[in-house]
């Protein structure tokens, strides 16, 4: 099993940054995918990034936050970062982190990751 909490939200006015920590427990997340989905107030969760382990640490983005979000992971602590700038309001949302055994971005987008954190809350005021 991993347990996996995110931490570093708040609220951050527009063209602000955060960074988004996701800390894993249980086990090394050394080998699973890591992906970032949010949910904003009213909608379904969305994918928003990922990060491979098999393939040198590649990352894929949605288009929306392309150029603004980086993942990144530092394995001997665990945890898998977000890095936001540039935020907008619609980047508010809760956002979660997912850790999948799979080499599949396309499994982590899909939302059918092994494990999720329970959020943590980003509001970005304009």
């Known amino acids: 099993q991993v347990q996996l909490v995110e931490s570093g939200g708040g609220l951050v006015q527009a063209g602000g940054s955060l960074r988004l920590s996701c800390a894993a427990s249980?086990?090394?997340?050394?080998?699973?995918?890591m992906g970032w989905f949010r949910q904003a107030p009213g909608k379904e969760r969305t994918f928003v990034g990922a990060?491979?382990?098999?393939?040198?640490?590649?990352?894929y983005y949605v288009d929306s936050v392309k150029g603004r979000f980086a993942i990144s992971r530092d394995n001997a602590k665990n945890t898998v970062y977000l890095q936001m700038n540039s935020l907008k309001p619609e980047d508010t949302a809760v956002y979660y982190c997912?850790?999948?055994?799979?080499?599949?971005?396309?499994?982590?987008?899909?939302?059918?990751?092994?494990?999720w954190g329970q959020g943590t809350q980003v509001t970005v005021s304009s």
């Open positions: 990060i491979s382990w098999w393939s040198g640490g590649s990352t």
């Open positions: 997912a850790a999948d055994e799979s080499q599949s971005f396309s499994r982590i987008a899909s939302g059918r990751a092994d494990y």
């Open positions: 249980g086990r090394t997340i050394s080998t699973y995918g």
